[in-house]
């Protein structure tokens, strides 16, 4: 039976499993005393201002082309600028990678020109008003989906015909510097048999959004290559970006020619591929043409491959690489992020490590995020308090803090799903627990005990 998930917080290293700890909270709600759970935004809630009414029982292509959509994973969050009123704003990137037609629809029947809307991205403004909430309307506010026009740039441009038609599949992303929103296209060969003749070629890239331009037209970056399926970015000292991308294949680094102040400063750089041992990194370049085929070149460059689902992070201590069986692993560069060798130390290694899907830290604390697994409630991911149990059936899917340091932001995903789970019989309700309506991935907020 699939049990809950469970968020952490926990200093790093110590990871003893506490029995005590597995006891059967209450799912989807805070745990710890002085800790609060506030939904920020559920599958169906408004996004754009014109969105219509959530009718679950009637789904239609175009109101779910700007509702929240059905599956989720927290990638992206950068701080806005401050307005006369001062109050502090965030701009958050949610993905919506997979949909499931039998807890998405009342039938259980596929429909898949509704489910390419409902699958995509969300893009959505938060403000601190006491505690944080979803601004109504907010400026940013985007839907990105299978209908959604994005322009070919990079080497690969005119390849893929300068335009491309639709997003499909995003899995992962990260903020980059300059304001981008960069959301990767891991999981769209998953949606190619479901949609015949509309994914192909010009999907499984690197998606770019401007979070202070929601007119901007989407920017599919050749130049990094296709296949990856997360992503973590930061910044050199001289201004050029760095993105790491997690393949199956091998971790994978682009370092960008020019400052991120060029806009297309992602059209030009440098892949290297990483390869891992016991005593470190080194990273390995790559020939000029690897975004051509990047699996073939990881395997040329002989990378160290990939678990599958990694989650990358880049933190205060370095990159954060997130694995089910491996744990959690720092990789400090020996300099600064362009630096040809990073070390390696382990963050958190779970005595059942199945299943973990995120992890970040900060100048407090370590946070840790597990998927819903085989086995008992109380997989503990590290030596402090569980902080919040997920719904029965759902994971976590992304965790990021608060630009202010108040709150954490996490992403429940998939609630009530298993085995011979249905829209009709889910294994919950969260969190409306309204008889006759579905589960809803929801974005949730934690604060009071930051």
């Known amino acids: 039976m699939h049990r809950r ?7 790093a290293l110590a990871l003893p499993f506490r029995p005590s700890q597995a006891l059967s909270p209450q799912q989807g709600a805070a745990l710890v005393p002085g800790w609060r759970m506030d939904t920020l935004i559920r599958w169906g809630d408004s996004v754009l201002p014109d969105a219509p009414p959530w009718a679950p029982a009637f789904p239609e292509a175009e109101a779910a082309g700007s509702q929240f959509g059905w599956d989720g994973r927290l990638v992206a969050a950068i701080a806005s600028p401050r307005a006369t009123d001062g109050l502090p704003r965030m701009v958050l990137a949610i993905t919506h990678p997979q949909l499931d037609p039998a807890m998405a629809f009342p039938d259980g029947r596929d429909r898949p020109e509704v489910a390419a809307m409902m699958q995509g991205a969300s893009i959505i403004n938060l403000e601190q008003r006491g505690q944080w909430v979803v601004s109504a309307g907010g400026f940013q506010a985007r839907r990105l989906t299978g209908a959604t026009l994005c322009r070919a740039k990079g080497p690969g441009a005119e390849r893929l015909g300068g335009a491309v038609q639709g997003v499909f599949g995003l899995s992962g992303g990260c903020a980059a510097p300059g304001g981008r929103l960069l959301m990767i296209e891991g999981e769209a060969s998953d949606w190619a048999p479901r949609l015949p ?3 192909g070629a010009g999907h499984g890239w690197v998606v770019e959004c401007s979070a202070a331009e929601p007119g901007a037209i989407p920017a599919k970056r050749t130049a990094l290559g296709s296949g990856a ?8 000292p001289d201004g050029r970006i760095v993105v790491f991308l997690a393949h199956s294949r091998g971790l994978a680094r682009f370092i960008s020619a020019g400052p991120g102040s060029d806009p297309d400063a992602l059209d030009q750089g440098s892949l290297a591929a990483a390869r891992i041992g016991p005593s470190g990194l080194a990273w390995e370049p790559m020939a000029e ?22 989650a990358l992070h880049y933190g205060a201590s370095g990159l954060i690489l997130t694995s089910a069986g491996e744990g959690s692993q720092v990789l400090r560069p020996q300099g600064d992020a362009a630096a040809a ?5 382990t963050l958190a290694r779970a005595r059942e490590p199945r299943g973990q899907v995120a992890a970040l830290d900060g100048p ?5 995020g597990t998927e819903a697994v085989e086995g008992d409630a109380g997989m503990v991911l590290g030596d402090g308090q569980m902080v919040l149990a997920a719904p029965r ?7 990021l ?4 340091g108040s709150a954490l932001f996490a992403m429940l995903r998939r609630p009530g799903s298993g085995a011979g789970r249905s829209y009709a019989r889910p294994a919950t309700r969260w969190p409306d627990f309204t008889a006759g309506t579905p589960p809803r991935s929801a974005l949730v907020v934690l604060s009071g005990g930051m």
Not at 290 to 304: E, F, G, K, N
Not at 364 to 368: A, M
Not at 393 to 399: H, Q, V
């Open 341 to 345: 060798r990073y070390g390696i130390a």
């Open 364 to 368: 407090r604390r370590t946070w840790l």
């Open 229 to 236: 399926w997360d992503g973590a970015s930061t910044e050199l």
């Open 289 to 310: 043409n690897a975004w051509m085929d990047m699996a073939a070149a990881l395997v040329s460059a002989r990378a160290t491959p990939m678990p599958a689902g990694a």
């Open 393 to 399: 059936g759902a994971s976590i899917g992304g965790l």
């Open 197 to 199: 003749g509309r994914v």
């Open 401 to 404: 803090p608060a630009v202010d």
């Open 5 to 11: 998930a469970l968020l952490l917080s926990s200093p």
